[in-house]
């Protein structure tokens, strides 16, 4: 018991000292005008600032991200597959990925996976 409480102990002791380290190590010493006031504040840009963004790829990361929580979601049901019901197990999986079938397809017909539009 005596163990845990000095490893505990020492291991805040040197979170403690590594997070002053970095709060000293990390702050800027000096102050520049220019960069602390707001960028092309009262000013007409020369350019346009910002970029124009297509929103194919915001799609196309929403369309990954969604398939990336599915991927999370099917690989559970991979390992209780021996620990419930068959007949439950089988019936919740096949309306999971019905489901998922169905997603898909309706983002095939709305022509969200067509990239050369």
Request: with cysteine; proline share 3%.
């Amino acid at each position: 018991m005596f163990s845990i409480l000095t490893i505990s102990t020492i291991i805040l002791l040197i979170s403690i000292i590594v997070m002053f380290l970095a709060s000293m190590l990390s702050k800027k010493s000096y102050v520049d005008r220019e960069k602390s006031s707001p960028f092309e504040c009262g000013f007409d840009p020369k350019s346009s600032s910002r970029l124009p963004f297509s929103l194919r790829f915001f799609l196309i990361t929403i369309i990954f991200l969604i398939f990336d929580v599915e991927i999370a979601l099917i690989l559970p049901i991979i390992l209780i597959m021996k620990l419930s019901n068959m007949f439950i197990w089988s019936i919740t999986s096949i309306l999971f990925i019905k489901i998922l079938l169905l997603g898909l397809y309706h983002e095939w017909n709305q022509g969200m996976l067509n990239w050369s539009n």
